[in-house]
C-alpha cells in the first residue's frame, strides 16, 4: 500500500469513527445508517432533522472527496444488473435480520463492545467472503 493511501484510509477510519462517537455523545444516537434511513420516514418531526443532516453530510462527504481529489471509484459496469438487484435485496434483508448494518454493528457496536455486534459482523465478513468467491469463481464477475 502506497502512502497516499494510506493516509486517506487513515483519515477516512478517524472521520468515521469521530462522527459515529459525536452523535453517541452529543445525541445519544448510534451512526447505523440503515436504521437512520430506515426510520426517516416514520419518526417525528423533531427527530427528522438529525437524521437529514447525517445522511446529507455522508453523501455531501462523498461528493467533496469526489470533486477535490478527482480519485472517484471506478464503478464496475460490467456486472449485470439482475446481479446487482439481488445483492441489493440480500443487503437488505440482512440488515433488517440483524437489526443493523455494518456501520452500526462493525463501527458503534464493536467500539461498544457489543457481544451481538461482533457476531453480526462476524457474520457479514464471512458472507462477504463466500460472496466474493461465488460472484469470481461460479458467476465470472471480477
Same mark, same amino acid.
Given at each position: 500500500? +502506497? &502512502?497516499? $493511501?494510506?493516509? #486517506?484510509?487513515?483519515?477516512?477510519?478517524?472521520? !468515521?469513527? @469521530?462522527?459515529?462517537?459525536?452523535?453517541?455523545?452529543l445525541n445519544g444516537k !448510534?451512526? @447505523?445508517?440503515? +436504521?437512520?434511513?430506515?426510520?426517516?420516514? /416514520? #419518526?417525528?418531526?423533531?427527530? *427528522?432533522?438529525?437524521?437529514?443532516?447525517?445522511? $446529507?453530510?455522508?453523501i455531501g462527504g462523498a461528493?467533496?472527496? +469526489?470533486?477535490?481529489?478527482?480519485?472517484?471509484? =471506478?464503478? *464496475?459496469?460490467? /456486472?449485470?444488473?439482475?446481479?446487482?438487484?439481488?445483492? @441489493?435485496?440480500? %443487503?437488505?434483508?440482512?440488515?433488517?435480520?440483524? &437489526?443493523?448494518?455494518?456501520?452500526?454493528? @462493525?463501527?458503534?457496536?464493536?467500539?461498544?463492545?457489543?457481544?451481538r455486534s461482533l457476531a453480526?459482523?462476524? %457474520? /457479514?465478513? %464471512? =458472507?462477504? !467472503? !463466500? #460472496?466474493?468467491? =461465488? #460472484?469470481?469463481?461460479?458467476?465470472?464477475?471480477?
Open positions: 500500500m +502506497n &502512502n497516499v $493511501a494510506f493516509y #486517506t484510509a487513515l483519515a477516512g477510519g478517524i472521520l !468515521i469513527g @469521530g462522527a459515529a462517537t459525536l452523535l453517541l455523545l !448510534i451512526a @447505523g445508517i440503515s +436504521n437512520i434511513l430506515g426510520k426517516l420516514p /416514520f #419518526t417525528h418531526q423533531d427527530d *427528522r432533522l438529525w437524521r437529514v443532516l447525517f445522511l $446529507a453530510g455522508l461528493a467533496a472527496y +469526489n470533486l477535490f481529489s478527482g480519485d472517484a471509484p =471506478v464503478a *464496475r459496469m460490467h /456486472f449485470p444488473a439482475w446481479l446487482l438487484a439481488i445483492a @441489493g435485496l440480500l %443487503v437488505g434483508f440482512g440488515t433488517s435480520m440483524s &437489526n443493523g448494518c455494518t456501520s452500526g454493528h @462493525g463501527v458503534c457496536g464493536l467500539g461498544r463492545l457489543s457481544l453480526a459482523t462476524m %457474520v /457479514f465478513l %464471512v =458472507v462477504g !467472503i !463466500i #460472496t466474493a468467491i =461465488v #460472484t469470481r469463481h461460479v458467476f465470472g464477475v471480477a
